[in-house]
């Protein structure tokens, strides 16, 4: 991709210049149309020169601008806007129109043409970004040591920004050219300025603290079990002579512990039940012996 190389009238805080730096190299039917169009005298148009030298005077002249977009803003401060009024949003918002001229026109590497905002453009901007967009974004945003500075370094970025801002878009956007140089821009080029334009308004952000976070214990697992803790304590219990050796106490896993006791007390129970011991043991039947013959 080539690189772009603009005069030195699209530097920041650069006076417009007395001519426009148009690059040909070969003439276009289109540019021959419209040239034509726009000449309220009959003039040759017959060679690239031709074509250059009147392109460059009719874009070099006082007159020659272009509207770039409208933008509608708040007039206002958020917190002075009424809102209990139907049409409050219309009555609170002014429309900003955007002018520029053209500071150079390539169209052989690039083909491009490049367009510099106004003074009086600028100006707007500048005010509206100091007095309403940093009242607001102060406004919605808590204290903080430093807030006012911040704000203020952020407008001096945006004075700078505004100012270096340059709109490049196709060659072809000169096809609404009129008589005096000027225009408007077509086939969704203002929305791409006024997206441009409002990124450079940028948030007022405050600084980053940790929040805490709370920290939530869960509740024990096995809650019947001694003390808080699963695994520091151990559990002593009295095992039945049938089902342990003889011992008086184990100290084991407490985990381990619960289960074995509910274990054996659920084997304690069903071998007291006095259903199982009203039940006759059962008879012998030898008649499933096999029987031996001796020889």
């Not at 070969?26 to 005298?41: A, F, K, M």
């Amino acid at each position: 991709m080539p690189v772009r190389i603009l005069p030195a009238s699209a530097a920041a805080f650069a006076p417009r210049a007395s001519f426009v730096t148009v690059v040909m190299d070969r003439v276009h039917p289109w540019l021959t149309r419209i040239l034509r169009r726009i000449s309220s005298t009959r003039r040759a148009l017959n060679s690239v020169p031709q074509h250059q030298k009147y392109l460059s005077e009719t874009l070099s002249s006082a007159s020659a601008i272009w509207s770039l977009a409208s933008l509608m803003l708040p007039d206002r401060v958020e917190a002075e806007s009424p809102t209990e009024l139907p049409l409050s949003m219309f009555s609170s918002h002014q429309i900003l129109h955007v002018e520029a001229y053209v500071v150079h026109v390539d169209m052989v590497h690039r083909h491009e043409v490049a367009f510099k905002l106004t003074g009086d453009s600028i100006d707007a901007l500048v005010r509206y970004h100091h007095d309403i967009h940093c009242a607001n974004a102060k406004a919605s945003t808590y204290e903080w040591s430093g807030k006012e500075q911040q704000c203020t370094e952020l407008h001096k970025d945006f004075i700078q920004a505004i100012n270096k801002f340059v709109f490049q878009t196709q060659v072809r956007a000169l096809e609404s050219m009129e008589e005096e140089g000027g225009g408007e821009l077509l086939e969704g080029r203002s929305e791409e300025v006024k997206n441009h334009l409002t990124g450079l308004m940028k948030p007022l952000l405050p600084p980053y603290f940790p929040r805490a976070i709370d920290l939530v214990l869960q509740p024990p697992l096995f809650p019947f079990l001694a003390g808080n803790s699963m695994w520091t304590q151990p559990v002593s219990f009295q095992a039945l002579p049938w089902a342990l050796p003889a011992a008086s106490e184990v100290s084991i896993c407490p985990l381990m512990a619960a289960y074995t006791s509910l274990y054996l007390d659920a084997a304690a129970q069903y071998f007291r039940s006095p259903l199982l011991a009203s039940s006759p043991p059962p008879a012998r039947q030898d008649w499933l012996l096999p029987i031996w013959s001796g020889a």
